[in-house]
C-alpha cells in the first residue's frame, strides 16, 4: 500500500492561545471552509465539533485536545488546480493553565503552530507560557490577531503587545479595515489587495482596491514588511537596495524559510465569529508553515548503548513513533495518539515500545476526526494517528522497530500544584474508583494518584482547583463513580539553603550473611544558573536533583552507585520539614566502603537515604510554596477593592493598565491565599471581575506561615 498524500503536502500544526482567545471558534471555522463539517459549531451554542466532551460544552470551555485531518486547497489557486492541495492534521488544545499538558504534549509532535489572540487582550498570561513551550520546542508559529468585531478591539495594540511581550520578530502580513463594529475586511500586504468575505459563513473572497484613506498606510507597512523579510536573504536584500520591485514568489520563498527558521513570525488578522480572515490564515500555514520534510531530523538515542540517533521523515527508515496522549474511547477502548517520525506501521502487526523493553500488537489504526474515527490499514513517516491494542504505553513512550530501537526525547511533564483527599461514596464504588483512578492517570500524566501512608486515604495530585473538579465529574460521568472529596491542599516543597555533609554506615547483623553500605555525601543547594550541557561529566541532573559521583579507585563497587542515587532520592521524597519532598539539592558521593560479603544493593541504597536525611537537616533546610501570576480584569471604579484584596493574600501587584474601560492588574500571589478568590472577586466587583493565573515559581514560606503548615501537616 502507498502513501495517499505526498509528505511534502502536509501541514501537522495546532491552534493555540489563553483562554477565550477564540481558537475553537477558529478551528471549527477551519473545519467548515475546509468541507470536514457541513456547518459551523458554536462554543456559546454547546455544538462544536473540536469540543466535544459534555464538560467541554456545558463550561464552554476547552479541556482536552482535539486532532482531526483536513484538505485545504489555497484561495489564490483555481479549484480545478489541486497541485497546492495540503492534508491538514490539526489539533485544536485548551487555554486553561489547568489543562496545559495538552498545549505541552501537542507542540511536542507538531510542526508548526497558529497563535490566536483576542483582539481586546492582545497577548495574555497563558499566552506567554504557550509561547515559551513553542520555544522551547522550537515551533514555527504564524499569529491570527482574532476578536477584531468587539468594542474595544485594537490591531496596532494587540500587534504592539507580541513585540513587547513575546518577540520582536512578528511582522503584519495584513492591516485591518475597520475596527469593532465597523470591521469590513483586511489589507493583504502581499498582493495589495483590500479582502472581503462575502457569501454563506464568508466563504467567498472578493477582492477590491485599497479604499483611499488606507493607501498610505498600506504603503508604510508593506515597505516595513519587505525589509524585514529581504534581511533574510543577500540577493533580494542587494536588489531592494537598488530600488527594483521584489517579485511575490521570491518574498514568499524568503518569507517561508524565514519562518521555519524562527527568525519572523507573520500576524493576521480577522474575527473568527464573524467569518472573516480564516481562508487567508490557511494560505498562510500552505505557504509558510512547514511539513515534516522541512523539519530537521529527530533526535534520539539507542536504549542498549545511550548513542544518540537520528531519524528522518522518510518512508524507508525504521519505524520510529512517539505516543504523545492516550484517551479512553467509549467503543474501542483506549487509544494511544502518536507522531511518526519515520518508517510505516501497518494494523494487525507488532511494535517496540523502546521505554518500556516492550512488544506490543497494533489491533487498528485510526485517523481521528474529533470525536469521530476512520480507520486506515497503514500510516506514514509525518502523519499523526491512533492505535488500538496498546495496553502497556503511556504518555512520551517511544515506538519502534524492535531490530532498530530508538528513544526519542521524552515530553517534560509539568509537576502538580494542588492536591484533595477522596473517598468512595459506598463500598460498591471503592473497585470502580481505583479503575476510574488509574485510567485517569494514564490519559493525563500531571494528575497523580498517591496514597496517605499513616491515614491510608487516597490523595488526587492536580494542576488547579477545575482541573481535579473536571476529573471527579468524569469519574462520575463515565465510570459511575460516585466520590466524597476534601479542601483541595497545596503542594508545599522542601530546600536546602546551605552547604553540610553527612556519614551513613548502615551495617545489620542478624545471624549469616549481614547487610554493610557506608556512604560519606556533600550537600548544597543546586546551582540552577549552570545549564545541563555545562556539567563535568561525573554529574547527573533531574528536574529538582543533583548527582555528583566522585569516588574514585573502586572505594565503592560500581554496581553499588546507582542504589546510592536511588537511596538519596527516596530520602528527599520523605523531606525533613514538614514531609514534603524536597528539591534543588546538588548532593555528591565522595566516599564510603564496602564489605567483601555483607554489602549489598539494598545496604547501600538505605546508607544514601539515612545520609541524605541527616544531611539536609543540618543544610538549614526551608519550606517552599507555589506562587502564581494572576491577572486581573475588574472595572476601574474597584481598583482601590481589588489591590486591598491582593495585599491581605500576600500578594503583590507587578503593574497596572487599562484595556478599553476595564484596568488589568499582574499581581504574584501564593497559590494557598487563591482558594475561593472567583466568589470574593465576583462580589466585590458586583460580578465583574474575572481572572487568571499561571504558576510562577516556587518561594520561601514566611516563618509565621510555615509554622501553620507545619502545625497542620502534623495533625
Known sequence: ????????????????????????T????????????????????????????????????????????????????????????????????????????????????????????????????????????????????????????????????????????????????????????????????????????????????????????????????????????????????NEYLEGKEIALADLKRVLRKATIGNTIVPVYAGSALKNKGVQLVLDAIIDFLPSPMDMPPTKGHDPKTDEEIFRHADDKEPFSALAFKIATDPYVGQLAFFRVYSG????????????????????????????????????????????????????SDSL???????????????????????????????????????????????????????????????????HLDILVDRMKREFNVEANTGKPQVAYRETITAPAEAECKYIKQSGGRGQYGHVKIKIKPMDLTVKDEDLPKNTKRSPGFEFINSIKGGIIPQEYISPIEKGLKEGMERGVVAGYSLVNVSVELYDGSFHEVDSSEIAFKIAGSMALQDAAKKARPTLLEPVMLVEIVFPDKFM????????SRRGQVNSMEDRGMLKVATAMIPLAEMFGYATTLRSMTEGRGTFTMTPAEYVAVPANVAATVIEARGK
Open 1 to 24: 500500500m502507498e502513501r495517499d498524500y505526498p509528505l511534502e503536502k502536509v501541514r501537522n500544526f495546532g491552534i493555540i492561545a489563553h483562554i477565550d482567545a477564540g481558537k475553537t
Open 26 to 237: 477558529t478551528s471549527e471555522r477551519v473545519l467548515f471552509y475546509t468541507g470536514v463539517s457541513h456547518k459551523i459549531g458554536e462554543v456559546h451554542e454547546g455544538d462544536t465539533v473540536m469540543d466535544w466532551m459534555e464538560q467541554e460544552r456545558e463550561r464552554g470551555i476547552t479541556i482536552t485536545s482535539a486532532a482531526t485531518t483536513a484538505f485545504w486547497n489555497p484561495t489564490y489557486m483555481p479549484k480545478e488546480d489541486v497541485s497546492q492541495k495540503c492534508r491538514f492534521n490539526l489539533i485544536d488544545t485548551p487555554g486553561h493553565i489547568d489543562f496545559t499538558i495538552e498545549v505541552k504534549r501537542s507542540l511536542r509532535v507538531l510542526d508548526g503552530a497558529v497563535v490566536v489572540f483576542d483582539g481586546v487582550a492582545g497577548v495574555e498570561p497563558q499566552s506567554e507560557t504557550n509561547w515559551r513551550y513553542a520555544d522551547e520546542g522550537k515551533v514555527p508559529r504564524i499569529c491570527f490577531i482574532n476578536k477584531l468585531d468587539r468594542t474595544g478591539a485594537s490591531f496596532e495594540k494587540s500587534f504592539q503587545s507580541i513585540l513587547d511581550r513575546l518577540t520582536k520578530s512578528a511582522i503584519r502580513m495584513q492591516i485591518p479595515v475597520g475596527e469593532e463594529d465597523q470591521f469590513a475586511g483586511v489589507i493583504d500586504l502581499m498582493t495589495m489587495k483590500f479582502v472581503t468575505f462575502e457569501g454563506e459563513m464568508g466563504n467567498m473572497l472578493v477582492y477590491h482596491d485599497i479604499p483611499e484613506e488606507h493607501k498610505a498606510d498600506a504603503v508604510k507597512y508593506r515597505g516595513m514588511m519587505i525589509e524585514a523579510i529581504v534581511e533574510n536573504d543577500e540577493k533580494l536584500m
Open 344 to 395: 510505516t506501521l501497518e494494523s494487525g502487526t507488532y511494535v517496540y515500545n523502546a521505554t518500556k523493553g516492550k512488544k506490543e500488537r497494533i489491533s487498528r489504526i485510526l485517523r481521528m476526526h474529533a470525536n469521530e474515527r476512520e480507520e486506515v490499514k497503514k500510516v506514514f513517516a509525518g502523519e499523526i494517528a491512533a492505535a488500538v491494542g496498546l495496553k502497556d504505553t503511556l504518555t
Open 400 to 466: 519502534c522497530d524492535e531490530n532498530n530501537p530508538i528513544i526519542l526525547e521524552r515530553i517534560v511533564i509539568p509537576e502538580p500544584v494542588i492536591s484533595m483527599r477522596i473517598e468512595p461514596k459506598t463500598k460498591a464504588d471503592q473497585e470502580k474508583m481505583g479503575i476510574a483512578l488509574g485510567r485517569l492517570s494514564a490519559e493525563d500524566p500531571t494528575f497523580r494518584v498517591t496514597s496517605d501512608t499513616e491515614t491510608g486515604e487516597t490523595i488526587i495530585w492536580g494542576m488547579g482547583e477545575l
Open 640 to 647: 482601590g477593592d481589588v489591590t486591598g484584596s491582593v495585599a
